[in-house]
């Protein structure tokens, strides 16, 4: 069975940081990303890496969080610094079998259950 899930999510303080993983299992996956909804929004793109480790971030995030993998563990992970309010949502894994990575969900076919990242004071 081919699946993604997610793990370390947590409840932080704003400025504090987190670390986000995702393993793959089942086959191997070129594009991977991290994608967030927040209640009453729409799942928005905040970052993915390509088969080839190529990166791309949402502005939103640029500067605060980084995504990386460890092709050996099918594991990609994102690091979140700097953490604010505005970051808390639910965080959706995705991955797809193709190597370019995009920004919008219909791009990937496997996602994850999500883990819930809070920021509160």
């Known amino acids: 069975q081919v699946q993604v899930r997610e793990s370390g999510g947590g409840l932080v303080h704003p400025g504090e940081s987190l670390r986000l993983a995702c393993e793959g299992s089942g086959r191997t996956f070129g594009a991977m990303a991290w994608f967030r909804q927040a209640p009453g929004n729409e799942r928005e793109f905040v970052a993915a890496i390509s088969g080839g480790s190529v990166t791309h971030y949402a502005d939103s995030v640029k500067g605060r969080f980084t995504i990386s993998r460890d092709n050996a563990k099918n594991t990609v992970f994102l690091q979140l610094n700097s953490l604010r309010p505005e970051d808390a949502a639910v965080y959706y894994c995705?991955?797809?079998?193709?190597?370019?990575?995009?920004?919008?969900?219909?791009?990937?076919?496997?996602w994850g259950q999500g883990t819930q990242v809070t920021v509160s004071s």
């Open positions: 995705a991955a797809r079998t193709a190597d370019f990575a995009y920004t919008n969900t219909a791009a990937y076919d496997y």
